[in-house]
Every structure is written in C-alpha cells, then in structure tokens.
Nanobody, 120 residues
Framework: VQLQASGGGLVQAGGSLRLSCTAS????????MDWYRQAPGKQRELVAHTTSYGNRDYAESVKGRFTISREDAKKSVYLQINSLKPGDTAVYYC???????????????WGQGTLVTVSS
C-alpha cells in the first residue's frame, strides 16, 4: 500500500490550497484518515481527522479554516486550507488506517509529505 500526497506549494498569506492524498495497492477497506503537519524544529501534530462514519475533528489552531473530506471510491482524502497564515508553513502528511484483506487488522500507512509554505 502506498499513499501519494500532493497539492502543496508556495502561497501568500490569506490564500488557499487543496491537498490531496490517494492510496493504492491491495486494499480491502480504509478507516480513519488524517492530516498531520510538521513545521521546522517542531513535532508532528494532528490537524484534521475523519472516520469512516464521516465524523471530523480539527486542531483548535485550524478550526474554521481547514476542511477535511474523503472520497472512499477513490481511496482519497483531501484537506482544503483557507486563510493561510505563515504559521501554517509545514510539511503536511496524510495517514490512513488500511485493511488489506477481509481478515487483516487495520495498519497505519503514511504519505510522503507535501510542503506548504506561506509567505507574509
């Protein structure tokens, strides 16, 4: 199973980006899908989470600006980022809980990260 993240880039403060992450490989089902980010010199933090039931949670610092969504038929998760701030500059990683077969337990897989840089 591989996760491919894309959509990062350089954007001015106040701008928007849409990150995408798509899973490929032998997949029976995908459960939780998350976006994390890691700024230079800081620990990786969870910014948005969605379950297979459609529940969504966000870090306080991004509520009202970030929206996570999923498209199970495409094995994809998205992160719409609006009103970007310089403090949002980080590498953004997607994470999915994946069952490869009907009898397997869910295993965590990570995307390679996509860099978001916000200029002031």
């Amino acid at each position: 199973v591989q996760l491919q993240a894309s959509g990062g880039g350089l954007v001015q403060a106040g701008g928007s980006l849409r990150l995408s992450c798509t899973a490929s490989g032998d997949i029976f089902g995908i459960y939780d899908m998350d976006w994390y980010r890691q700024a230079p010199g800081k620990q990786r933090e969870l910014v948005a989470h969605t379950t297979s039931y459609g529940n969504r949670d966000y870090a306080e610092s991004v509520k009202g600006r970030f929206t996570i969504s999923r498209e199970d038929a495409k094995k994809s998760v998205y992160l719409q980022i609006n009103s970007l701030k310089p403090g949002d500059t980080a590498v953004y990683y997607c994470r999915m809980g994946v069952r490869r077969t009907i009898t397997a337990y869910a295993t965590t897989y990570w995307g390679q990260g996509t860099l978001v840089t916000v200029s002031s």
